[in-house]
């Protein structure tokens, strides 16, 4: 694990973790990213486990879906780096994956929603940027008033 | 660890709460009321019933195992059924499968109503009684639950199973001091009122009681061990939910008189009695009790409905795959990541069931009953069928006793079953089935390209069996290719960027005359050492190399007339992997390079010859780094590889407009028949045309010396093996080998391997 001073010198940019969740969020998101220049991009897909309950879709649908999330990133980052994890938490997925690829930031795009579907589906946004360990970036919604 | 074990989270207990929670539901919190006093009243006999339900599932849990552990994939029933016996009963079996989760669904639901009833005053609506009105509720919010995909952890729907054990649990041993044997054979007509004939009715009724020990095999891919674990907890599932309802349902019976038992929640009222009005200071035990039991039946219903809900998906994300209902059913939620359509059309049966047929909860039980009863008769009869045609990819960890004496067992006793429901359910579920057969050959018979191993065994045998049998065989065999084009896939195996363009256009050729498509892959042989996902990682070095090769081979495709596709595959394997690919794909034909054979390195294992006896399509190898194509020589003696060489020639002639000779080596003496044989050899090949060319001499020798002549030989494989002999460089090819124009050597599996395939050994 990277220590805290040695964050201090290293580039926001320099190795951006991108967690997608299906194809037209990973082609926003690459795309939201892309005006930024990051040096080096790992696409994150986290395959959600029930750990003891079956999944809400098959192990196949869900590598599939993760291949699409690739494959769409690539289109604005043709060198783009995968790591697919499975796990229950998505956001201690995310946290896990930085330390696997040593990234320097996450990158993510709210999905929006109410508070009732963000408190349902679990506040994503709102674990990532209390618990993370690295910088994280909110990148802006497309069509979002200023 | 590989990403196919991290996608693995369910243990044994999972599984074991998976099977259990399902099949303890409305079942045996609702039906041993109904069954007591059905058809004029069956009395405590229906503990037989049970028990009788028991035994016929564990037969069948027999099978399910073993085809479970041989095909670990999401679907169960449908997958099995689909594979072996065809697509059309594949429809069958979906389409049984799903609208018996559906009735199933609905018959929880009525019974979430029932007990919810107890608590609270429920409106009625017009058209719908107050138990209706509370299951449509419950299926709205078990649908609803699904639909966001809220998640309940493995913890929890533990804690819930054992919870529910230990509330029946409790209940039987008050039950059991309780008891009175008057109580339970006291009453008029002693333990079986309406006779021993009224045990198989009973069963047929409260078989619904049962179903769930086959989920686990739907969710199979994501049990670890599933080899081990599989087994044990359908096995184990059954045997113990038998044992609990036979306990269960005896001590209800021994605590009301069965004629008093209630239609509508009889473990409330049975608890009411059992438990003590008060303990010590203790007062208003009773009332409490069954205040447990029936939130105890809630939470028992609502798993069930759960359960199922979320299994009909899985069956439909199974038939998407193999093309029998249409993908767009099993798009996933934006959000919140459910297969959200499927679970909306699920959803939108179950209320319709409820709310027509609702009133008489022995319907919808018995229906979902008999549906989930035809797929398990087909499902045993698959396995015979992977039993008997050998096929070499099933290869279960677990094998049923007393094969075959078991699946045959489960398919009577399924469909012996099935004569005692009633015939409104039987109609139903008729009707389903005739909708899945119009349904298949409507839609799904252009689309799919899955054939079963019957269809193949019985074209296999054409010879020895009634053509009436083949010709049924034919008539319902699919007629879709699974891909948007219909001609035949030519996979390119380029691994070398030199004979990369020679074998594209070898390719392109062949695709652009029949009209197929060509799918050019590259195998990256990684160490063993290096784990694949490592390699995956740390690929772009890699990637760029392979995709520059791809890419090349998409430009050569251009000047064919032809899709082209590319993939990269990383692979421990070399040589095999080719293999493997070539099935994964559908490849009818793979062309590789000579150089590629080689790739096995020093890996030459003992399964190669197996494997390379055991061609799954057409092989071409090119020996030669540049195509140059003027004319062509293709040497023959008959046989099915020269069919193909001479498909390949006629191929090259039609698109690429080269001049084809035909050479036959004849034994001096004897050029005249050989002129005969090679002139109707030539006609029956569509190469009228051709050039004819008769030599005396050592084939080898001829076939070197004329060849130079060439810019292109192509030599047909006279025995079966030849591909194998090439890896492993034992034959003695010198004389072709060193000629400088190239060969292009065609081996075609021959109809004796197929067969042998699926008789193997016998």
Same mark, same amino acid.
């Given at each position: 694990?990277?220590?805290?001073?040695?964050?201090?010198?290293?580039?926001?940019?320099?190795?951006?973790?991108? &967690?997608?969740?299906?194809?037209?969020?990973?082609?926003?998101?690459?795309?939201?990213?892309? &005006?930024?220049?990051?040096?080096?991009?790992?696409?994150?897909?986290?395959?959600?486990?029930?750990?003891?309950?079956?999944?809400?879709? &098959?192990?196949?649908?869900?590598?599939?879906?993760?291949?699409?999330?690739?494959?769409?990133?690539?289109?604005?980052?043709?060198?783009?780096?995968?790591?697919?994890?499975?796990?229950?938490?998505?956001?201690?997925?995310?946290?896990?994956?930085?330390?696997?690829?040593?990234?320097?930031?996450?990158?993510?795009?709210?999905?929006?929603?109410?508070?009732?579907?963000?408190?349902?589906?679990?506040?994503?946004?709102?674990?990532?940027?209390?618990?993370?360990?690295? &910088?994280?970036?909110?990148?802006?919604?497309?069509?979002?008033?200023? | 660890?590989?990403?196919?074990?991290?996608?693995?989270?369910?243990?044994?207990?999972?599984?074991?709460?998976?099977?259990?929670?399902?099949?303890?539901? @409305?079942?045996? #919190?609702?039906?041993?009321?109904?069954?007591?006093?059905?058809?004029?009243?069956?009395?405590?006999?229906?503990?037989?019933?049970?028990?009788?339900?028991?035994?016929?599932?564990?037969?069948?849990?027999?099978?399910?195992?073993?085809?479970?552990?041989?095909?670990?994939?999401?679907?169960?029933?449908?997958?099995?059924?689909?594979?072996?016996?065809?697509?059309? #009963?594949?429809?069958?079996?979906?389409?049984?499968?799903?609208?018996?989760?559906?009735?199933?669904?609905?018959?929880?639901?009525?019974?979430?109503?029932?007990?919810?009833?107890? #608590?609270?005053?429920?409106?009625?609506?017009?058209?719908?009684?107050?138990?209706?009105?509370?299951?449509?509720?419950?299926?709205?919010?078990?649908?609803?639950?699904?639909?966001?995909?809220?998640?309940?952890?493995? =913890?929890?729907?533990?804690?819930?199973?054992?919870?529910?054990?230990?509330?029946?649990?409790?209940?039987?041993?008050?039950?059991?001091?309780?008891?009175?044997? *008057?109580?339970?054979?006291?009453?008029?007509?002693?333990?079986?009122?309406?006779?021993?004939?009224?045990?198989?009715?009973?069963?047929?009724?409260?078989?619904?009681?049962?179903?769930?020990?086959?989920?686990?095999?739907?969710?199979?891919?994501?049990?670890?061990?599933?080899?081990?674990?599989?087994?044990?907890?359908?096995?184990?599932?059954?045997?113990?939910?038998?044992?609990?309802?036979?306990?269960?349902?005896?001590?209800?019976?021994?605590?009301? %008189?069965?004629?008093?038992?209630?239609?509508?929640? %009889?473990? *409330?009222?049975?608890?009411?009695?059992?438990?003590?009005?008060?303990?010590?200071?203790?007062? +208003?035990?009773? =009332?409490?009790?069954?205040?447990?039991?029936?939130?105890?039946?809630?939470? @028992?219903?609502?798993?069930?409905?759960?359960?199922?809900?979320?299994?009909?998906?899985?069956?439909?994300?199974?038939?998407?795959?193999?093309?029998?209902?249409?993908?767009?059913?099993?798009?996933?939620?934006?959000?919140?990541?459910?297969?959200?359509?499927?679970?909306?059309?699920?959803?939108?049966?179950?209320?319709? #069931?409820?709310?027509?047929?609702?009133?008489?909860?022995?319907?919808?039980?018995?229906?979902?009953?008999?549906?989930?009863?035809?797929?398990?008769?087909?499902?045993?009869?698959?396995?015979?069928?992977?039993?008997?045609?050998?096929?070499?990819?099933?290869?279960?960890?677990?094998?049923?006793?007393?094969?075959?004496?078991?699946?045959?067992?489960?398919?009577?006793?399924?469909?012996?079953?099935? *004569?005692?429901?009633?015939?409104?359910?039987?109609?139903?579920?008729?009707?389903?089935?005739?909708?899945?057969?119009?349904?298949?050959?409507?839609?799904?018979?252009?689309?799919?390209?899955?054939?079963?191993?019957?269809?193949?065994?019985?074209?296999?045998?054409?010879?020895?069996? %009634?053509?009436?049998?083949?010709?049924?065989?034919?008539?319902?065999?699919?007629?879709?290719?699974?891909?948007?084009? $219909?001609?035949?896939?030519?996979?390119?195996?380029?691994?070398?960027?030199?004979?990369?363009?020679?074998?594209?256009?070898?390719?392109?050729?062949? *695709?652009?005359?029949?009209?197929?498509?060509?799918?050019?892959?590259?195998?990256?042989?990684?160490?063993?050492?290096?784990?694949?996902?490592?390699?995956? $990682?740390?690929?772009?070095?890699?990637?760029?190399?392979?995709?520059?090769?791809? @890419?090349?081979?998409?430009?050569?495709?251009?000047?064919?007339?032809?899709?082209?596709?590319?993939?990269?595959?990383?692979?421990?394997?070399?040589?095999?992997?080719?293999?493997?690919?070539?099935?994964?794909?559908?490849?009818?034909?793979?062309?590789?390079?000579?150089?590629?054979?080689?790739? @096995?390195? +020093?890996?030459?294992?003992?399964?190669?010859?197996?494997?390379?006896?055991?061609?799954?399509?057409?092989?071409?190898?090119?020996?030669?780094?540049?195509?140059?194509?003027?004319?062509?020589?293709? %040497?023959?003696?008959?046989?099915?590889?020269?069919?193909?060489?001479?498909?390949?020639?006629?191929?090259?002639?039609?698109?690429?407009?080269?001049?084809?000779?035909?050479?036959?080596?004849?034994?001096?003496?004897?050029?005249?028949?050989?002129?005969?044989?090679?002139?109707?050899?030539?006609?029956?090949?569509?190469?009228?045309?051709?050039?004819?060319?008769?030599?005396?001499?050592?084939?080898?020798?001829?076939?070197?010396?004329?060849?130079?002549?060439?810019?292109?030989?192509?030599?047909?494989?006279?025995?079966?093996?030849?591909?194998?002999?090439?890896?492993?460089?034992?034959?003695?090819?010198?004389?072709?080998?060193?000629?400088?124009?190239?060969?292009?050597?065609?081996?075609?599996?021959?109809?004796?391997?197929?067969?042998?395939?699926?008789?193997?050994?016998?």
């Amino acid at each position: 694990m990277t220590s805290t001073d040695e964050t201090d010198e290293r580039d926001l940019l320099g190795h951006v973790l991108l &967690p997608v969740a299906h194809e037209d969020d990973a082609l926003a998101t690459a795309r939201a990213l892309e &005006p930024y220049d990051p040096e080096r991009v790992t696409a994150l897909h986290v395959v959600e486990k029930g750990e003891g309950v079956p999944d809400k879709t &098959p192990v196949e649908q869900s590598e599939e879906l993760a291949a699409e999330s690739y494959a769409a990133v690539r289109t604005v980052f043709p060198d783009a780096d995968e790591h697919t994890a499975y796990a229950r938490d998505i956001a201690d997925a995310i946290f896990d994956a930085v330390d696997e690829v040593d990234a320097t930031a996450i990158a993510y795009q709210s999905r929006g929603g109410n508070r009732l579907v963000q408190f349902l589906s679990g506040d994503l946004s709102m674990k990532l940027v209390t618990k993370s360990h690295v &910088p994280v970036i909110a990148l802006p919604r497309e069509g979002s008033t200023e | 660890m590989s990403e196919e074990e991290l996608a693995k989270d369910l243990g044994l207990v999972s599984a074991m709460t998976i099977g259990i929670g399902t099949m303890i539901g @409305a079942g045996i #919190f609702v039906l041993p009321g109904v069954a007591v006093n059905a058809d004029g009243g069956a009395g405590p006999i229906v503990v037989v019933s049970f028990i009788v339900g028991g035994v016929i599932a564990m037969v069948n849990a027999l099978s399910v195992s073993e085809l479970g552990t041989a095909m670990p994939k999401a679907g169960g029933g449908y997958y099995y059924i689909n594979k072996s016996l065809g697509p059309m #009963f594949g429809s069958i079996a979906g389409m049984g499968d799903w609208m018996g989760l559906a009735f199933a669904s609905a018959f929880y639901s009525i019974g979430f109503g029932q007990y919810l009833a107890v #608590f609270v005053d429920l409106p009625t609506i017009p058209g719908l009684n107050a138990i209706q009105v509370g299951a449509l509720v419950a299926g709205s919010i078990f649908i609803g639950v699904n639909y966001i995909g809220a998640k309940e952890t493995g =913890g929890i729907q533990t804690v819930i199973v054992g919870l529910l054990l230990s509330i029946l649990a409790i209940f039987s041993v008050a039950g059991f001091f309780s008891f009175d044997y *008057a109580t339970l054979a006291g009453n008029e007509g002693g333990l079986a009122p309406g006779g021993y004939g009224a045990i198989l009715p009973g069963t047929a009724l409260v078989f619904v009681s049962f179903l769930g020990y086959a989920k686990i095999a739907t969710v199979a891919e994501e049990l670890k061990n599933p080899g081990r674990n599989l087994p044990i907890a359908i096995i184990g599932s059954v045997a113990i939910v038998t044992v609990i309802y036979a306990i269960l349902v005896t001590t209800m019976l021994g605590v009301v %008189p069965w004629p008093e038992l209630s239609q509508d929640a %009889p473990v *409330a009222q049975a608890a009411q009695v059992a438990f003590p009005e008060s303990i010590g200071p203790i007062t +208003g035990v009773a =009332g409490a009790a069954a205040a447990v039991m029936t939130v105890g039946a809630l939470l @028992a219903t609502a798993s069930s409905a759960n359960a199922s809900i979320l299994a009909s998906a899985r069956i439909n994300f199974a038939m998407g795959r193999d093309k029998i209902v249409t993908n767009w059913l099993n798009e996933i939620h934006p959000n919140y990541a459910t297969p959200y359509r499927s679970i909306l059309v699920t959803g939108g049966l179950i209320v319709v #069931f409820i709310a027509l047929l609702g009133q008489d909860i022995e319907i919808l039980s018995k229906a979902a009953s008999v549906l989930h009863l035809i797929v398990y008769a087909l499902m045993n009869v698959g396995l015979i069928v992977f039993r008997e045609a050998d096929t070499p990819e099933y290869d279960p960890d677990f094998t049923v006793p007393l094969y075959p004496i078991t699946p045959i067992l489960g398919a009577v006793l399924s469909l012996g079953l099935v *004569a005692f429901m009633d015939g409104i359910e039987i109609a139903l579920s008729g009707a389903f089935v005739v909708a899945a057969v119009a349904w298949y050959f409507l839609y799904a018979r252009d689309k799919t390209d899955q054939q079963g191993v019957l269809s193949e065994f019985i074209r296999s045998r054409e010879g020895e069996l %009634p053509d009436q049998v083949v010709g049924a065989a034919d008539a319902v065999a699919p007629t879709g290719t699974g891909a948007e084009n $219909e001609g035949p896939t030519i996979m390119v195996a380029v691994s070398n960027p030199r004979t990369e363009s020679a074998l594209i256009t070898l390719a392109g050729a062949l *695709a652009q005359h029949e009209g197929g498509r060509v799918l050019a892959t590259h195998i990256v042989t990684v160490p063993d050492q290096t784990s694949l996902e490592t390699a995956a $990682e740390n690929r772009t070095g890699l990637d760029q190399s392979s995709e520059e090769l791809l @890419a090349e081979a998409a430009a050569d495709a251009e000047a064919f007339d032809v899709p082209i596709e590319t993939k990269t595959i990383l692979s421990h394997r070399g040589i095999e992997e080719v293999f493997d690919a070539a099935r994964t794909n559908d490849a009818d034909t793979v062309v590789m390079g000579y150089g590629g054979t080689r790739f @096995a390195g +020093g890996r030459v294992e003992g399964s190669l010859d197996e494997l390379t006896h055991d061609l799954p399509c057409d092989f071409l190898v090119l020996d030669g780094q540049r195509l140059d194509l003027s004319d062509v020589l293709v %040497p023959t003696a008959g046989g099915p590889s020269s069919d193909l060489s001479a498909e390949v020639a006629r191929a090259l002639r039609d698109t690429l407009g080269v001049d084809v000779s035909l050479l036959y080596v004849a034994d001096s003496g004897e050029e005249e028949s050989g002129r005969e044989f090679l002139a109707g050899w030539a006609g029956g090949h569509g190469l009228a045309d051709a050039d004819l060319r008769v030599e005396t001499g050592d084939v080898e020798e001829t076939i070197g010396r004329v060849g130079g002549e060439y810019s292109l030989v192509i030599v047909g494989a006279t025995e079966r093996g030849l591909l194998s002999r090439i890896v492993r460089g034992s034959l003695a090819f010198e004389t072709i080998e060193n000629l400088d124009t190239p060969v292009l050597l065609s081996e075609r599996p021959s109809a004796r391997s197929l067969w042998e395939r699926l008789f193997g050994g016998r």
